[in-house]
T-cell receptor
């Protein structure tokens, strides 16, 4: 069974550009969550989707957005990139949609974004 | 406000020695506690979790953790460390009302020496 797949794995952008990252959850999983990992701030929750609906959102500016499609695949977008957006963006999927008590989070290997 | 503190940024242990990684949390409601491991270039893998009940929980790869409510701690232990345990370890807290929004500690980097 394939794990969580994130594409692209690595990308380089310049300030002011925008970027779209993709996440394909484990087959059958309907919940997708996104996290940002940086050396300074550590792992921070971005947002969570279930059945194409955003159910939870972290404390990030509006430049960060996401969506989920009917096949549970998810994308996140960052507009007007800043140097501080350089990070590893991790996607995680879960079978259940009711929270961590009922469904384990399975993480992908991440998309490493470098903003120059 | 919920938060997780991992006091040790780096820990070095000899192969075969015991290991304890510290984690302290702050959470207003009943906490759900987790330990994850991340190897270089990899995503996070769940080692173990605590929701309620028995305060000593067993996980994968021979790890265990003890929940101590009075100390707001959830320390990770392993009796004998293997070289393959070298990685970054993260403690995290969540709850009933936070969905999949976990609050992670900054991590502890484990180095294992021969």
């Amino acid at each position: 069974k394939a794990g969580v797949t994130q594409t692209p794995r690595y990308l380089i952008k310049t300030r002011g550009q925008q970027v779209t990252l993709s996440c394909s959850p484990i087959s059958g999983h309907r919940s997708v969550s996104w996290y940002q990992q940086t050396p300074g701030q550590g792992l921070q929750f971005l947002f969570e989707y279930f059945s194409e609906t955003q159910r939870n959102k972290g404390n990030f500016p509006g430049r960060f957005s996401g969506r989920q499609f009917s096949n549970s695949r998810s994308e996140m977008n960052v507009s007007t990139l800043e140097l501080g957006d350089s990070a590893l963006y991790l996607c995680a999927s879960s079978l259940a949609g009711t929270g961590v008590r009922t469904g384990e989070l399975f993480f992908g290997e991440g998309s490493r974004l470098t903003v120059l | 406000a919920q938060s997780v503190t991992q006091p040790d940024i780096h820990i070095t242990v000899s192969e075969g020695a015991s290991l304890e990684l510290r984690c302290n949390y702050s959470y207003g409601a009943t906490p759900y506690l987790f330990w994850y491991v991340q190897s270089p270039g990899q995503g996070l893998q769940l080692l173990l979790k605590y929701f309620s009940g028995d305060t000593l929980v067993q996980g994968i790869k021979g790890f265990e953790a003890e929940f101590k409510r009075s100390q707001s701690s959830f320390n990770l232990r392993k009796p004998s460390v293997h070289w393959s345990d070298a990685a970054e370890y993260f403690c995290a807290v969540g709850g009933d009302n936070s969905g999949y929004a976990l609050n992670f500690g900054k991590g502890t980097s484990l180095l294992v020496t021969p």
